[in-house]
């Protein structure tokens, strides 16, 4: 599996009223995956939009399209965010009771499973899931908004969970606060999927491309420069 870091733009740092220009050209300047973030209004408190704009973004999406449902409940809307187009779908650990028919529904639909877990929730909610998933979303601020701060305390469970995955083809990916700073230390830690928002939209716009590139390479230079083998 390829463990080298992967740089996800998330889009809620982009123009929501132009997310397929938005997206061309933070791929045009090289980014790896494309973020999704879904927000219900009461799983967190902001609302983004659903599936009919993640089918609508879709065609713009050459590279993997990662959506990450910030929505409780979950079971009733998998299959629509499948239909979207959807590469990842990941759900949260505190979205629900039924985590594992969950995350075994989205593999059944023919969609790659992601389990994330929200600050306060420990590694160990997640053991008995492992095995159902392609990705670990470990986030590093309260879900909801973008521009928060880094929480470290966060390095010490994505060590953990990389001991837990050991060699199984599990990406570790990291959510929020993600700077050319704070991206070393979680590629230390041994993740490989770094989604960042403000961090590389900062500066830039589709008139005006380079500085997302500068920001995409900077962020993924000193992360891969940090990163275990
Ligand atoms: C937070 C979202 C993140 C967010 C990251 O709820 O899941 O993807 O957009 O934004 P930054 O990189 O600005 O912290
Ligand atoms: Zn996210």
Redesign the pocket.
């Known amino acids: 599996m390829d463990r080298s870091i992967k740089i996800a733009p ?1 889009i ?2 982009a123009d929501f009223a132009n997310f397929g220009q938005e997206i061309q050209t933070i791929e045009a300047q090289g980014c790896d995956w494309v ?1 999704v ?1 879904v ?1 219900d209004g009461h799983f ?1 408190p ?1 609302i983004t939009f659903g599936p009919d704009t993640c089918k609508a973004i879709r065609p713009h999406i050459k590279t993997v399209m990662d959506v ?1 449902l ?1 929505i409780a409940p979950t079971d009733a809307y998998l299959k629509d965010f499948v239909d979207a187009g959807s590469d990842f779908l990941t759900i949260h650990v505190e979205a629900g009771p039924h985590l594992h028919r969950s995350l075994q529904y989205i593999r059944d639909l023919g969609c790659n499973p992601g389990i994330a877990l929200n600050p306060s929730t420990p590694a160990s909610s997640i053991e008995y899931v492992l095995d159902l998933v392609d990705l670990v979303c470990v ?1 590093t ?8 701060k ?1 929480i470290h305390s966060q390095i010490g469970k994505v060590e953990t969970i990389r001991e837990m995955i050991g060699g199984r083809d599990i990406h570790i990916e990291i ?4 700077t050319p700073e704070t991206g070393p230390l979680m590629a230390a830690a041994g993740a490989d999927v770094l ?6 939209f900062k500066g830039g716009s589709v008139n005006n491309s380079n500085p997302y590139g500068v920001n995409i390479r900077a962020v993924r230079d000193a992360s891969e420069a940090a990163r275990k083998l």
């Open positions: 998330s809620l740092a973020h973030d927000m967190v902001n990450h910030m986030m601020v309260n879900p909801g908004f973008g521009g928060q880094f959510d929020g606060g993600i989604v960042a928002g403000s961090a590389v």
